[in-house]
């Protein structure tokens, strides 16, 4: 019974490291929100997005997921006329980075209440297993 209770906290382990790496991309994104390009015509920040994968461990059979890639959002960029800036196109206009403040913050929150979902099934298995060992003292 302990071993099962353990592959469920090793099961929101994966969990929890998949998020944080979610939620370190997010964090990326929202650094570079506002990177253009330097020279004229050059492109911004392209967004990243992270791909999941669910893979079966080989030791318990459990079922974990883990981060299968971490890819470019290809959406188009936004395009302002400023004519005078250093990145500015032919046309003068300027491409503006893909990322979306809110949706960011919709992800970033989205990937932390799984977070803490995760922790909070890591940490009932734990109370579980010690009160199994109680239990068998």
């Given amino acids: 019974m302990a071993g099962n209770l353990s592959v469920s ?9 998949a998020q944080a790496e979610r939620l370190r991309v997010i964090s990326e994104n929202m ?4 990177s253009v390009g330097i020279r004229p015509g050059e492109d911004p920040y392209r967004r ?4 999941f994968k669910d893979y079966v461990d080989q030791s318990t059979g459990a079922q ?3 981060v299968s ?9 936004e395009m302002r006329y400023e004519p005078n800036h250093p990145a500015a ?3 003068g206009y300027v491409a503006l980075p893909n990322v979306n403040p809110l949706v960011e ?6 990937a932390q209440r ?19 060992l109680d239990v068998l003292k």
């Avoid at 650094?31 to 506002?34: K, P, Q, T």
């Avoid at 890639?69 to 960029?77: C, E, G, I, R």
């Fill in 64 to 66: 974990m997921v883990k």
């Fill in 114 to 132: 799984s977070y803490d979902a995760n922790m909070a099934m890591m940490q009932t298995a734990r109370e579980m297993n010690s009160k199994i």
């Fill in 31 to 34: 650094a570079n929100a506002d």
């Fill in 9 to 17: 906290a090793d099961i929101a382990v994966s969990g929890m490291k």
């Fill in 69 to 77: 890639k971490v890819t470019t959002d290809n959406s188009p960029f």
């Fill in 105 to 110: 913050m919709m992800d970033m929150k989205e």
């Fill in 48 to 51: 990243q997005v992270v791909m």
């Fill in 89 to 91: 196109n032919a046309e």
